[in-house]
């Protein structure tokens, strides 16, 4: 089997092992609770029968090795449960929810990912000199920013004072698909704004690396135009660092949704894992957690897959 | 005080100002912290210099009480993950072998799940409390620190004048207290100001999304999401917390940067 | 008269400096400095670190490097200023009339491409060749430059070839687009010596066949006295000296040009061995942990108290790797090292605090192997310290006695290792080597990466300092040249084992073995037509097999 086959399939076979561990450590997490769900659930002041006969229904006698492996198949069977606080099935629940997010995400990535990419090119080319230093400006400020102060700035000055968008995002089947752009124009801004300087930044350094590369050098000692050196020479070695980046920020992008879905009042993921964080719906927030995490692995996964495949010493080995 | 930077000394008054503010509070404050003052959402007035909140209480009081909350759990977070991470990265470095094998994907393993989501997780199951809040942030937080104190370490550890000193025959203690953690400082101290950072917005989120600091308590993330309902009807309350977390943030980081260039030229030479 | 291909007059160069701390200010780095260049010769630049020699040979390209400026004179090629073409004059001219070999091919190739694809590049891009003629000059190339299977080399990736074949296509990449002017940038520096001669040999052929000109830069007088007609001695971004090789080599009017050429002409007489070693390794065999091969083959050596052992090797001979077994910091599979008639532990821990204090060690990068938080009082101080208890006045005292044998003087104890030179760096790791009165000092290569005078400077304080405390020096390198300077016996490794071992007049005379006679020939000597006479002497051989 060729070398970088061999690499690819063991980073796969790691994700889906740091998958299952992330399924344990997320399942342990909840387990550390000074009682349990059962008392979680029913308050100090439930009676020791009722507290029984729950612990009875949610299968709580088992002991918690059997409990995950159960847990674990049901998952595994697109099984996640039954939330406590409604009785409804949390697979179904969840998919509208997911799809919703996925949507705010994805287009918020259509967006800041160009424009980043862009602008980190940008700041290259002008490097040192004033849209460079606006740039490093722009993001010392916003790693310091709060996303719900940016949401809730956005929100002031442009929904409320201006009445250009809706303050509240809401979205469902009967609208066509500018309505919902409409809808999720002001949380996709505030997404953008989060995640574009960190990647913006992070896109000017990885460049920046390739053009300080020896050979760089030779191909402008060469004689070639601009266009050829950055084309020919350094875009082929600068592809995997920057999908790195991009991968990195969108994975970053998928938290900061938890934020901005709570803010505008998006019917999400993030709002429903909060919602059952506060309302101790521990089943929800296992299953909310689980499908995070493996966004979020899944993600760095495939960064680390497209720098193997992008290495010419691993493509073409000896 | 001479060669400070004028960015570095902005942001060394603000922190300061902050700092002495979230001490002082209870002299600073002109009102009480749960005193209903006035109406709701007053506009700004020499009674109420940032107006009053969602119902009625003084916001400025609220401010100073509630940057003492949020300062207070961030010092302690970072103090946490700062001691646990560093201590833990220095002897996974120094040990080598499985030690640091086994520490290392461990914490691979916690930092392959989103810090708040994580954080989401334990606290649908644990009482809701300033120490657990400081112990779950701290302990997720330590995982960059032990990171990067590790990685700094190894770098030093392979350096010729810690094998010099090896061979001198100098004990553990001596190899990572005098030529191991001089000249892992600086790095490590330019870290705390960003993980102090994230501390600060990491409780504030959590204290918007109802889920850090616990009613009648107040912290900035608090006093944002008690007054957010103002936002649509033009009031402006929400903003005032959220720009004191940023104002604070930057300062820091400000400070930070130029502690990091400070101690690196240092390591340089003293200028000849 | 026509105009000479390259004509430089009254170059400035500049560039900005970054002190730490401090405001940036910008510095000369080159001034004054005139030459000129006839079709078809070769000019060598020539001159320690920060003499300006690179720097010189870019502006025949008008390049400046990382921030570097050129602020005055002429630079004309073929009778027109360089510095005043605009963009697309420079683009026409690099690549095409002039241009540049770099000291690290394996950094100036790009990893992404393949190499033919990189070596006409230049060719195709200035139109001076179809895409077929191009490749089939590139194979001829290829062939010219000694490179195995010319015509499929170029179908390969530049990490699938070695370093000397790579430097060679490098070599093949600046003539491909038949320029009148190549800039060869230290092209042989990064390569073993046996490498290099046949690198430099295929550099001079294609030199020649080609009737190109160029410049080429150097440090090593010796490599850059077989390949040019002329040469420049540079210090300081000044011109020292410029001529005529011959008379550069053979009647140097300079002070600097002489020191040069005489460089490591230390006169040594050879200790005859006594019957008391004070180190003995025998039948050290090692590996390390992982790894499924040994890298040291049953080495048994010796040294006196009060001499010198030289182990010379290239890069991967284990020498290295002797020094690591010898210290403790790698325990040997088999065989054992008796020091001082006592048998070593074989594992550091197992050492007495004796074993440690008399078995010290230097470093090739004095840089790194001093604590850049730590003042050179208390890296002196240390040993002091931790083996004798000296404290307060009496330590101060000794670490001033030490600054003074290494010729630094009380004036360097509060300062920091970042504030003093690279002499000055490892003569303070010699003092804290000597603080501890060894008997042993092993020395990893602690000359090479010095200029050759500092160097010289640095191998007569050893030798003096030998003579006074009585103490032996176990000397790894790679260069001959220093080992002629200073061992009383050599062990000469090769791929693990000592291939040749002995007194140093028994290892440095005939009859040889045939590695060592490789190793011998390859060393640069300084002396006109030597590298003629060493490949006309290898095919003669090799004809007679």
Not at chain 3, 341 to 368: K, N, P, T, W
Request: net charge neutral; hydrophobic share 50%; proline share 5%.
């Amino acid at each position: 089997m060729h070398p970088v086959l061999i690499l690819v399939v063991q980073r796969i076979a790691l994700g889906l092992l740091l998958l299952v561990a992330a399924s344990v450590l997320i399942f342990a997490g909840t387990m550390i609770l000074p009682g349990d769900v059962a008392q979680s659930i029913l308050g100090q002041s439930a009676t020791p029968e009722a507290l029984a006969n729950l612990r009875a229904e949610l299968g709580l006698n088992e002991p918690p090795v059997t409990r995950y492996f159960n847990w674990l198949f049901g998952v595994v069977q697109g099984d996640l449960g039954t939330a406590l606080t409604n009785g409804q099935d949390i697979a179904t629940s969840m998919g509208r929810r997911l799809s919703n997010t996925l949507f705010l995400a994805f287009w918020a990535a259509a967006v800041a990912v160009p424009l980043a990419i862009f602008l980190g090119l940008l700041a290259v080319l002008y490097r040192d000199q004033w849209p460079d230093k606006l740039i490093s400006g722009v993001t010392l400020a916003s790693i310091s920013i709060p996303e719900f102060l940016i949401g809730y700035v956005l929100m002031y000055f442009v929904a409320v004072q201006l009445g250009w968008f809706s303050t509240v995002a809401m979205i469902n089947d009967s609208m066509t698909l500018l309505e919902k752009l409409s809808a999720i124009a002001l949380p996709v801004a505030v997404l953008t704004l989060v995640v574009l300087a960190h990647m913006m930044r992070m896109t000017r350094a990885a460049i920046l690396n390739v053009m300080q590369s020896a050979y760089i050098e030779t191909a402008e000692l060469k004689g070639l135009s601009a266009f050829k050196v950055i084309f020919r020479h350094a875009f082929p070695n600068a592809i995997a660092p920057i999908v790195n980046v991009v991968m990195i920020n969108l994975a970053y992008l998928v938290v900061g949704v938890v934020v901005i879905e709570v803010v505008f009042v998006y019917p999400g993921m993030g709002q429903y894992l909060v919602d059952h964080v506060s309302k101790r719906d521990v089943p929800v927030v296992q299953a909310c957690g689980l499908v995070f995490a493996a966004v979020y692995i899944g993600l760095n996964m495939v960064a680390d897959i497209v720098s193997i495949l992008a290495n010419p010493r691993l493509r073409h080995p000896k | 005080m001479r060669g400070i930077p004028i960015s570095a000394l902005i942001g060394l008054a603000f922190t300061a100002a902050y700092f002495l503010a979230a001490i002082f509070a209870p002299l600073i404050a002109p009102y009480g912290l749960s005193e209903i003052v006035g109406d709701v959402w007053e506009p700004s007035s020499s009674r109420h210099l940032l107006g009053t909140d969602s119902i009625g209480r003084d916001l400025l009081t609220r401010m100073i009480y509630g940057g003492r909350t949020t300062i207070f759990i961030a010092t302690m977070a970072t103090l946490l993950s700062f001691v646990t991470g560093s201590v833990l990265g220095f002897l996974a470095a120094v040990l080598g072998g499985w030690m640091d094998q086994v520490m290392s994907r461990l914490i691979d393993l916690l930092m392959s799940i989103p810090t708040l989501i994580f954080a989401l997780v334990v606290l649908s199951v644990m009482p809701v409390t300033i120490p657990v809040l400081i112990a779950v942030m701290g302990l997720l937080d330590s995982t960059r620190v032990y990171r990067l104190a590790r990685a700094v370490a190894v770098d030093i550890n392979v350096m010729d004048f810690v094998e010099a000193a090896r061979l001198r025959g100098e004990g553990r203690g001596w190899v990572i207290f005098r030529e191991i953690l001089p000249n892992a400082l600086s790095p490590l101290v330019a870290e705390m100001g960003l993980r102090f950072i994230f501390a600060v917005l990491f409780v504030s989120t959590l204290s918007f999304l109802g889920l850090g600091v616990q009613p009648p308590a107040a912290d900035w993330g608090g006093i944002v999401k008690e007054n957010k309902d103002g936002i649509v009807y033009g009031i402006p309350a929400a903003l005032v917390p959220a720009f004191a977390i940023a104002t604070l943030a930057i300062s820091v980081n400000l400070v930070a940067d130029w502690v990091l260039n400070r101690t690196t030229s240092l390591k340089g030479g003293r200028g000849g | 008269m026509a105009d000479p291909l390259l004509k430089v007059t009254d170059l400035k160069i500049e560039a900005t400096a970054y002190p730490p701390g401090e405001p940036p200010q910008d510095i000369t780095i080159v001034e004054g400095v005139s030459f000129a260049l006839e079709k078809g010769r070769v000019l060598g630049l020539i001159g320690e670190s920060g003499a300006g020699k690179s720097t010189i040979g870019l502006s025949a390209m008008a390049y400046g490097r990382g921030g570097v400026r050129i602020t005055g004179g002429q630079v004309q090629v073929n009778g027109r200023d360089i510095l005043k073409l605009g963009t697309s004059g420079l683009r026409r001219l690099r690549g095409a009339e002039v241009t540049y070999v770099a000291q690290s091919a394996a950094a100036a190739f790009n990893p992404a491409r393949k190499i033919m694809e990189q070596v006409t590049e230049a060719t195709l891009a200035h139109g001076r060749a179809s895409k077929r003629e191009a490749e089939t000059r590139a194979v001829a190339l290829f062939d010219k430059l000694g490179l195995p299977d010319p015509e499929t080399f170029g179908n390969r990736y530049p990490h699938q070839v070695s370093g000397g074949q790579l430097q060679r296509a490098m070599t093949a990449l600046a003539l491909c687009p038949e320029p009148e002017l190549v800039i060869f940038d230290e092209p042989t520096t990064a390569l073993d010596v046996t490498t290099q001669i046949d690198v430099l040999a295929a550099i001079k052929d294609a030199i020649r066949d080609t009737g190109v000109a160029a410049l080429y830069i150097t440090h090593d007088l010796a490599v850059v006295a077989q390949v040019s007609d002329d040469i420049m001695v540079l210090q300081n971004g000044h011109r020292v000296e410029y001529g005529a090789t011959d008379q550069i080599i053979n009647a140097p009017r300079e002070d600097y040009t002489r020191a040069l050429v005489s460089v490591r002409s230390i006169v040594h007489e050879e200790k005859q061995p006594g019957d008391d070693p004070v180190l003995q390794a025998s039948h050290v065999t090692a590996r390390y942990k992982g790894t499924k091969f040994d890298v040291l083959h049953d080495i048994n050596v010796a040294l006196d108290a009060g001499q010198t052992l030289a182990v010379v090797g290239e890069s991967g001979s284990g020498k290295s790797t002797l020094a690591r077994v010898i210290t403790g910091l790698l325990p040997p599979s088999k065989g054992q090292i008796t020091f001082a008639g006592r048998r070593l532990s074989s594992d550091l821990a197992g050492r007495s605090r004796e074993d440690l204090r008399e078995l010290q060690m230097i470093y090739q990068m004095a840089d790194v192997a001093m604590n850049p938080r730590q003042t050179v009082g208390t890296i002196i101080g240390r040993p002091l310290e931790f083996y004798f208890g000296h404290r307060g006045a009496e330590k101060q005292r000794r670490v001033i006695e030490l600054l003074d044998k290494i010729e630094m003087g009380a004036g360097y104890i509060d300062r920091y290792p970042a504030e003093l030179s690279g002499g000055q760096k490892q003569r303070v790791c010699i003092a804290r080597a000597l603080a501890a009165e060894p008997r042993l000092i092993i020395c990893d290569e602690v000359t090479s990466a010095l200029d050759p005078l500092v160097a010289d400077g640095i191998l007569k304080l050893l030798l003096n300092l030998q003579k006074a405390e009585n103490v032996a020096y176990l000397f790894i390198t790679h260069d001959l040249a220093t080992v002629r300077a200073i061992a009383d016996s050599i062990a000469v490794m090769y791929q693990g084992r000592v291939v040749r071992y002995g007194t140093k007049s028994q290892v440095l005379a005939p009859p040889y073995d045939d590695y060592t006679d490789l190793l011998l020939s390859s060393v640069p000597e300084m002396k006109l037509g030597w590298l003629e006479e060493v490949i006309a002497h290898r095919k003669m051989e090799s004809a007679g097999h």
